[in-house]
């Protein structure tokens, strides 16, 4: 027994070879949304995101007072921009971009080819945990799209 995607669902105990499915069915969307509420719970996390590298949303979690379009759009920008400089130094892109202010840091991560992972922090929330739980999250999004 394996896990299959098929037209956007994700198939728990799928018998491959017969193509008989369990009835443990979870769309992409609801795996996405469990592993934001994930990310959501840990002391500190105000918001988390996952767009798409072009800037529109996938999926969010987080406060009514954060705008998630918005939010997913600069994260997108942020990366390009990122990208770009990081190309025209002839470095590696980046591993990761945080931002920091004296309320807030936003970490973002690239989430394989298709997503990028916006994470909004308390500025005091302790960093290294998140950046951990961050990586680990980014990890499967790519898996899941």
């Not at 996390?45 to 954060?66: C, E, M, N």
């Amino acid at each position: 027994m394996e896990s299959v995607v098929r037209s956007g669902i994700l198939y728990k105990g799928v018998d491959v070879k017969s193509g008989h499915y369990n009835i443990e069915m979870e769309s992409v969307k609801e795996n996405l949304e469990k592993l934001l509420g994930s990310l959501s719970v840990i002391k500190g996390v105000k918001a988390a995101a996952i767009g798409s590298p072009d800037g529109l949303i996938i999926s969010y979690q987080g406060s009514q007072t954060v705008q998630d379009d918005v939010l997913v759009a600069m994260t997108a920008t942020m990366v390009r921009s990122a990208e770009g400089a990081t190309e025209s130094l002839k470095e590696s892109l980046p591993e990761r971009l945080i931002l920091e202010t004296k309320q807030s840091k936003m970490i973002v991560k690239r989430a394989g080819p298709k997503a990028l992972l916006s994470v909004l922090i308390d500025a005091e929330a302790d960093l290294g945990l998140i950046l951990l739980k961050v990586d680990t999250a980014a990890e499967k999004v790519a898996k899941l799209l």
